[in-house]
C-alpha cells in the first residue's frame, strides 16, 4: 500500500468531527462508496445519513470509500494500491457489503473504475460468494436503476433511512446461516422498496421495445417506493463535519423534504412525494447544534422559501445573528426578511429559475411564477444590497418555439433593468444559466423527446448572439453532448449495462463518439433511446417500480402540458389527484 496515498487518508481524518471508527469485533463492514470527490460526497446529506444510521448499529461498521484525484489515481496505479476506506484503509475487495449512494447519471462510469480500483469484479454475474454485495440507492436509482443493473446486486428504492435498517437486519440473519447468496437475494426481495435485478426477466421485441418484465419465484411484480413520514423522526444533518467540502464553514439542515409545486419535468418533485416539512422545533434544535461545529447554516430544500414558517425561522435566524445560505428560492414565495437575512450573511448573488422564458412555456411546465414575480425577487436583492443575480433557464421544452426564446432574452434584459433601477447603480451583473432539458423519469414529461444536439447548439449560438454586446450580462451554459449522455443513461434499459462496461474499459467514457459508437454496435443510437417520443402505451424500464404516483396521473398531465393548461399546488391535506397521499 502507498504510504503516501494512506499519510493523505490519516490526516484528512484527522480534521474531520463526528468520524466514527469502530474496533474490529462481531461488526458487519460496510463500504459506503459515493462515486465522486470526498469534497462532493461530504456536501450531500443523504450520504451523510445513511453513513450515522448504519454506524448506529451495533452489529455494523460503516467506512466511507470515494473516487481519487487525479494525482491520487496516478499514484494508486504507480504502487499497485488498490482503492481503501478512509477510515481503516481497508481495501474495497475485503467488505462484506458494498454500498453506493448514487445522485447523477454520469457518475455511472465512476462506479464501475471504484469497483475496478478496489479489485472487485464489474459484472454482478462474475463475482464469486466471498466478494462483497454491491448495493444502491438514491433519487436516480429510485426512478430507473436498470442501466446499472448487470453491476449492483440490488437497489434500494426511496428513502432509505427506514429501509436500510430492514436490509441489514436481513442481511445479518443470512450471514449466521452461511447460505449462499442467491437465498439472500431472495430474502431481500421481499423487503417493501428493495429490488433485486436478477430476481426479474425483460424480453423484448423485435424493434427493441420491452415486451414484458416478469418477477422470477416470489419477487413481486412491482417494487413500491419507501419515503418517511415524519421527517422529524430523523436528523438529516451535518455528520462528518469538515471544511474540505464544496459548502466549506457550513453546517447543513435539511428543513423539508419533496415538492407539491407539480414542475412537469423535475424528477424530484415526483420522486420525493409527498412534500412533507420539518417542524420549527426540531430545525432549532439543529441549528443550536451546527453552530457549534461551523459559523454558517446551510438550509436544505427543494425550495427554501416555500418552508411554512420560514418568517418565524427568519426572525430565530436574525435574532441570533446566525449567518445562512440556501440551496434554492422559488421567485413567488420570497419574503424582502430572507433576503435581507442572505444579505446579511454576506451573500453576493441571489439565485432565481424561470425555467422558461415566456408565459406560455411556464404554464407548459407547469412552473407557475410570472415576470412579475422574477421582478419582485430581483427588487428585494437591490434593496437588501445584493449586486449580482443568476438566472437557471431550460431549453429545448415540449413545444418550445423561437418566440418563447426571443421572450427569455427580453426577461434577462428586464431582470438587468429592474436590478439596476431598484439598486441606483449599474455595477451588478445578471448571469443566465443554460441547460437543456432532459426528459426523466417518473415525470409527466417521461414521453417526450430530448431535442436533439445540433438543434441545442444554434440555439444556444443564437441567445449568446442577442447577448453579446449587453452590458452586465453573462450566459453560461452545460455541454449539449454530456446532456444528452445524462439522458441516455436516465432514460436506458439495463442493456445499457454493456456500452457502460465498453467505454468504461476502452478509456472512452469522456468521447461523446464512443458512446454513440458501442450504442451502434448493439443495434440502438441515441434516437432509440433520447430523441423519440415514447408511445402512451409503452413498457418502460423502469416500469417495475412503483413510484407511488398514479401512472395514469403523469399521463394526464402530460396531455394537459400539451394544451398549456395548468395543475394547482399539492393540498396534502385534502388532495387525492396524484395517488400518492392515498
Given amino acids: 500500500m502507498s504510504w503516501q496515498l494512506k499519510k493523505k487518508a490519516q490526516k484528512r481524518l484527522a480534521a474531520e468531527k463526528g468520524t466514527i471508527i469502530k474496533l474490529d469485533g462481531l461488526t458487519h463492514h460496510v463500504a459506503l462508496a459515493y462515486p465522486n470527490t470526498y469534497q462532493l460526497a ?206 466549506s464553514n457550513m453546517f447543513l439542515i435539511e428543513i423539508s423534504r419533496g415538492c407539491g409545486r407539480h414542475c412537469r419535468f423535475c424528477m424530484a418533485g415526483y420522486c420525493y412525494r409527498p412534500p412533507r416539512v420539518r417542524s420549527l422545533d426540531n430545525i432549532l434544535k439543529s441549528i443550536e447544534k451546527g453552530i457549534t461545529y461551523q459559523p454558517r447554516i446551510g438550509l436544505v430544500s427543494a425550495a427554501v422559501s416555500d418552508y411554512p414558517e420560514m418568517k418565524a425561522l427568519t426572525q430565530y435566524l436574525l435574532a441570533k445573528n446566525i449567518e445562512i445560505s440556501v440551496s434554492s428560492l422559488r421567485a413567488d414565495s420570497l419574503q424582502q426578511e430572507l433576503v435581507d437575512l442572505l444579505a446579511a450573511s454576506g451573500q453576493r448573488t441571489l439565485t432565481l429559475a424561470p425555467e422558461a422564458g415566456s408565459q406560455r412555456l411556464r404554464d407548459v411546465i407547469n412552473k407557475c411564477i410570472t415576470e412579475d414575480d422574477v421582478l419582485k425577487g430581483i427588487t428585494m436583492a437591490a434593496k437588501a444590497g445584493i449586486p449580482n443575480i443568476r438566472l437557471y433557464f431550460i431549453i429545448g421544452f415540449p413545444s418550445e418555439e423561437m418566440d418563447d426564446l426571443v421572450e427569455m432574452v427580453s426577461l434577462v434584459k428586464h431582470c438587468r433593468e429592474r436590478l439596476y433601477e431598484a439598486s441606483g447603480k449599474k455595477t451588478g451583473k445578471v448571469t443566465l444559466s443554460i441547460n437543456p432539458f432532459i426528459p426523466k423519469p417518473v415525470t409527466p414529461f417521461q414521453w417526450a423527446p430530448m431535442e436533439k444536439v445540433n438543434s441545442l447548439d444554434k440555439k444556444i449560438a443564437w441567445i449568446r448572439a442577442k447577448l453579446a454586446k449587453e452590458h452586465g450580462i453573462e450566459v453560461i451554459t452545460e455541454s449539449n453532448k454530456w446532456s444528452a449522455v445524462q439522458a441516455l443513461l436516465a432514460r436506458g434499459d439495463r442493456q445499457l449495462g454493456r456500452c457502460l462496461a465498453e467505454v468504461y474499459r476502452e478509456g472512452k467514457a469522456g468521447s461523446f463518439g464512443a458512446w454513440k459508437k458501442s450504442l451502434k454496435a448493439m443495434d440502438r443510437s441515441l434516437d432509440f433511446y433520447i430523441y423519440r417520443e415514447r408511445l402512451m402505451t409503452e413498457i418502460f424500464p423502469w416500469s417495475m417500480l412503483m413510484p407511488k404516483v398514479d401512472p395514469g396521473y403523469l399521463m394526464q398531465e402530460y396531455e394537459k402540458s400539451l394544451s398549456g393548461k395548468m395543475t394547482a399546488f399539492c393540498d396534502v391535506q385534502h388532495c387525492r389527484r396524484c395517488g400518492v397521499c392515498k
Fill in 42 to 247: 461530504m456536501s450531500n446529506l443523504g450520504y451523510q445519513t445513511i453513513y450515522h444510521i448504519l454506524n448506529t448499529r451495533l452489529d455494523t461498521f460503516c467506512e466511507r470509500v470515494f473516487i481519487p484525484d487525479q494525482e491520487e489515481e496516478q499514484e494508486h496505479i504507480r504502487t499497485n494500491t488498490k482503492l481503501f476506506s478512509l477510515e481503516t484503509q481497508r481495501t474495497l475487495n475485503q467488505f462484506e457489503l458494498i454500498g453506493f449512494s448514487i445522485s447523477f447519471e454520469l457518475d455511472y462510469i465512476n462506479i464501475l473504475k471504484i469497483l475496478d480500483m478496489g479489485g472487485v469484479p464489474l459484472l454482478a454475474r462474475e463475482r464469486r460468494e466471498q466478494d462483497p454485495i454491491i448495493m444502491a440507492g438514491g433519487p436516480i436509482v429510485s426512478c430507473n436503476p436498470e442501466p446499472l443493473a448487470d453491476f449492483i446486486d440490488f437497489f434500494m428504492i426511496g428513502e432509505g433511512e427506514e429501509m436500510v435498517q430492514e436490509v441489514m437486519d436481513a442481511y445479518d440473519t443470512w450471514n449466521k446461516t452461511k447460505k449462499n447468496k442467491n437465498d439472500l437475494f431472495e430474502q431481500l426481495s421481499q423487503i417493501d422498496g428493495v429490488y433485486v435485478p436478477s430476481l426479474y426477466k425483460v424480453s423484448y421485441h423485435e424493434n427493441g421495445l420491452i415486451q414484458t418484465i416478469k418477477g422470477l419465484g416470489n419477487a413481486p411484480e412491482q417494487v413500491e417506493r419507501r419515503w418517511i413520514e415524519n421527517l422529524d423522526k430523523y436528523d438529516t444533518i451535518t455528520q462528518v463535519v469538515t471544511n474540505d467540502t464544496v459548502f
